[in-house]
Structure formats: structure tokens, C-alpha cells
Nanobody, 126 residues
Framework: QLQLVESGGGLVQPGGSLRLSCAAS????????IGWFRQAPGKEREGVSC????????YYTHSVKGRFTISRDNAKKTVYLQMNNLKPDDTAEYYC???????????????????WGQGTQVTVSS
């Protein structure tokens, strides 16, 4: 059974860092593009970053560029999102998603991905 599990969320002060992990089971991670999304209360789900399956190229939404880094370890079936210099506006539930057909080259939307994890909460507050 295909499954994605996020971890690494928590409470952090502004300026702090967190590393989110997205672990896959039941399928081969390296055959999929992986995306990270976030959703704050009362807001739509927003595409944050993604990494391609073939060449490992990446995309970041403007608000996180230079602060977040996405990476993948296919041997560990895990994709990471390193988040530095966190801001209160980064507070949200973070989700990872996978799709074998999507290619990251620009803004990503929830309908671009077929498989989803359950999410991990990130709260940035002093």
C-alpha cells in the first residue's frame, strides 16, 4: 500500500530551523516527483517546493526561496525539506505529495499530485 508519512514539525521561534521528512513506503520514491505543500487555517493549500524524479531539479515558491531547501535520498525513500530563518507566516500544516507523471518547473498545485501524506504541524512563534 502506497504511503507517505511526514515528520519533523514542531514549535520554533522566529529565525529558527526545522527539517521535515517525508518517508515513502509501498512504492519506489525515485519514480516520483515529490512536492511539499502547506495549509494555514482559513487559507488554501499552497505549493511550497518540489523535486523532480529524473534530474533532481527543484522549484521553490517565491516566499521560501533562499530559506528552504528540498532534497531527496532515494536509498532511504525519504525527501527532506530543510527550513531555515523561519517566520511566523510559515506557520501551517505541511504535507508532502508524490506523483509519477508531474514535472516540477513552476508553481505547483494540489491537483498535480496523486498521493498525499497526513501532514505535520509547523508553528513559528516567540
Amino acid at each position: 500500500q502506497l504511503q507517505l508519512v511526514e515528520s519533523g514539525g514542531g514549535l520554533v521561534q522566529p529565525g529558527g530551523s526545522l527539517r521535515l521528512s517525508c518517508a515513502a513506503s509501498g512504492f519506489t520514491l525515485d519514480y516520483n516527483a515529490i512536492g511539499w505543500f502547506r495549509q494555514a487555517p482559513g487559507k488554501e493549500r499552497e505549493g511550497v517546493s518540489c523535486i523532480n524524479r529524473s534530474d533532481g531539479s527543484t522549484y521553490y515558491t517565491h516566499s521560501v526561496k533562499g530559506r528552504f531547501t528540498i532534497s531527496r535520498d532515494n536509498a532511504k525513500k525519504t525527501v527532506y525539506l530543510q527550513m531555515n530563518n523561519l517566520k511566523p507566516d510559515d506557520t501551517a500544516e505541511y504535507y508532502c505529495a508524490a506523483d509519477p507523471d508531474y514535472y516540477c518547473s513552476g508553481p505547483l498545485g494540489p491537483t498535480d499530485f496523486g498521493s498525499w501524506g497526513q501532514g505535520t504541524q509547523v508553528t513559528v512563534s516567540s
